[in-house]
């Protein structure tokens, strides 16, 4: 079976990231592409082997052979957007952050089973093989209890500079209406999703600190977080601040042993796995191999199967949820429990 995907945003990360990834998959061909520039929207098709370019989303859904969208507009349409696609009987493969309400991921959840459509959410990081064998060695018990988890995301001056490139290209990451946040949005959300995808657990209490530099969205932020087994996590990310040579890891502590997952946080499949137990000590590097094209033959696998994406809506929706509760008590300045929305 082969997936029929059509684009919408024609940004640098579907440019450089997604259309060649779906290119390159053994289930997916790109059949049509959507920006609100119709230069930009044909240039796109052409270069990328899309059958067509539209300015309007009505067109790019009557499109003939397109399966599914990949949603990679501003953040504050994609649950609009999203449900539209259900409605059409498009399966929706939607960028992070979901959504910048939880009644929207909780509207973006129920349209596309009420259609029997597929909704994901594009944390790649869960693809990264380094980060699932973390996941699969603290399920087994090989770190004993977990104790502490660290993640920290930082950019580099050279990524300052690319982040400022993008911005030129990308305005609507300085529009608080349109984005929702700043750090927590662009690399924070993928680290809090690895908190519950490694652990798996849920987020019970959140608590955190933020550093604005006189803009309306954080440009740094702290996020401390409890789990529901006692865990505890802590969450650092940073969008236009530098930290120079900032490692951009994942460890996690056990009561018996450690797994560092060094360098991984990226957009690229590269970095290196530290396991340190008990019982066995050895090291991995990862220097090939695409994380946005597991991400898009997983998303094509669940819809053959008629089963929900890893990860799915659900996933993006509690992302969400403790987002929002951490930029709360970033201003507020007290501690945040988590109520959990039913789906």
Same mark, same amino acid.
């Given at each position: 079976?082969?997936?029929? $995907?059509?684009?919408?945003?024609?940004?640098?990360?579907? #440019?450089?990231?997604?259309?060649?990834?779906?290119? /390159?998959?053994?289930?997916?061909?790109?059949?049509?592409?959507?920006?609100?520039?119709?230069?930009?929207?044909?240039?796109?098709?052409?270069?990328?082997?899309?059958?067509?370019?539209?300015?309007?989303?009505?067109?790019?859904?009557?499109?003939?052979?397109?399966?599914?969208?990949?949603?990679?507009?501003?953040?504050?349409?994609?649950?609009?957007?999203?449900?539209?696609?259900?409605?059409?009987?498009?399966?929706?493969?939607?960028?992070?952050?979901?959504?910048?309400?939880?009644?929207?991921?909780?509207?973006?959840?129920?349209?596309?089973?009420?259609?029997?459509?597929?909704?994901?959410?594009?944390?790649?990081?869960?693809?990264?093989?380094?980060?699932?064998?973390?996941?699969?060695?603290?399920?087994?018990?090989?770190?004993?209890?977990? %104790?502490?988890?660290?993640? /920290?995301?930082?950019?580099?001056?050279?990524?300052?500079?690319?982040?400022?490139?993008?911005?030129?290209?990308?305005?609507? $990451?300085?529009?608080?209406?349109?984005?929702?946040?700043?750090?927590?949005?662009?690399?924070?959300?993928?680290?809090?999703? /690895?908190?519950?995808?490694?652990?798996? /657990?849920?987020?019970?209490?959140?608590?955190?600190?933020?550093?604005?530099?006189?803009?309306?969205?954080?440009?740094?932020?702290?996020?401390?977080?409890?789990?529901?087994?006692?865990?505890?996590?802590?969450?650092?990310?940073?969008?236009?601040?530098?930290?120079?040579?900032?490692?951009?890891?994942?460890?996690?502590?056990?009561? #018996?042993?450690?797994?560092?997952?060094?360098?991984?946080?990226?957009?690229?499949?590269?970095?290196?796995?530290? %396991?340190?137990?008990?019982?066995?000590?050895?090291?991995?590097?990862?220097?090939?191999?695409?994380?946005?094209?597991?991400?898009?033959?997983?998303?094509?696998?669940?819809?053959? #199967?008629?089963?929900?994406?890893?990860?799915?809506?659900?996933?993006?929706?509690?992302?969400?949820?403790?987002?929002?509760?951490?930029?709360?008590?970033?201003?507020?300045?007290?501690?945040?429990?988590?109520?959990?929305?039913?789906?």
């Amino acid at each position: 079976m082969s997936i029929g $995907w059509a684009m919408v945003g024609l940004g640098r990360h579907t #440019k450089g990231y997604i259309a060649p990834a779906i290119n /390159q998959s053994r289930n997916s061909r790109l059949v049509a592409v959507m920006s609100r520039d119709a230069d930009r929207a044909g240039t796109f098709a052409k270069d990328h082997g899309a059958e067509a370019g539209y300015t309007s989303l009505d067109a790019l859904l009557d499109h003939p052979g397109v399966d599914a969208l990949f949603i990679a507009s501003p953040n504050a349409v994609h649950a609009e957007q999203t449900v539209q696609a259900a409605r059409a009987g498009k399966h929706v493969l939607c960028e992070k952050p979901m959504a910048l309400t939880v009644q929207d991921c909780r509207t973006m959840i129920e349209e596309c089973r009420r259609n029997n459509v597929r909704l994901g959410v594009g944390f790649h990081l869960r693809h990264h093989p380094g980060l699932a064998e973390a996941k699969r060695l603290i399920a087994e018990g090989s770190i004993g209890r977990p %104790v502490e988890l660290v993640g /920290q995301w930082y950019n580099g001056q050279r990524g300052i500079e690319r982040v400022a490139k993008r911005e030129g290209l990308m305005a609507w $990451w300085s529009e608080p209406d349109m984005v929702g946040g700043g750090a927590i949005m662009a690399t924070g959300t993928h680290i809090l999703d /690895q908190v519950r995808f490694l652990t798996g /657990q849920e987020v019970v209490e959140v608590t955190a600190m933020a550093d604005y530099r006189g803009e309306d969205l954080d440009q740094a932020i702290h996020v401390l977080m409890r789990l529901g087994d006692g865990t505890m996590a802590s969450v650092m990310a940073a969008r236009l601040v530098a930290a120079s040579d900032s490692r951009n890891d994942i460890v996690v502590y056990g009561s #018996k042993g450690r797994v560092a997952a060094n360098g991984v946080l990226a957009t690229s499949l590269t970095g290196s796995l530290d %396991v340190l137990t008990e019982s066995q000590t050895y090291s991995r590097d990862y220097t090939e191999g695409d994380v946005y094209q597991s991400l898009i033959e997983g998303f094509c696998d669940s819809v053959e #199967k008629g089963e929900d994406p890893d990860p799915s809506g659900v996933d993006g929706l509690r992302v969400v949820e403790l987002t929002l509760a951490a930029l709360q008590a970033a201003k507020e300045g007290r501690t945040v429990r988590l109520e959990l929305a039913n789906v």
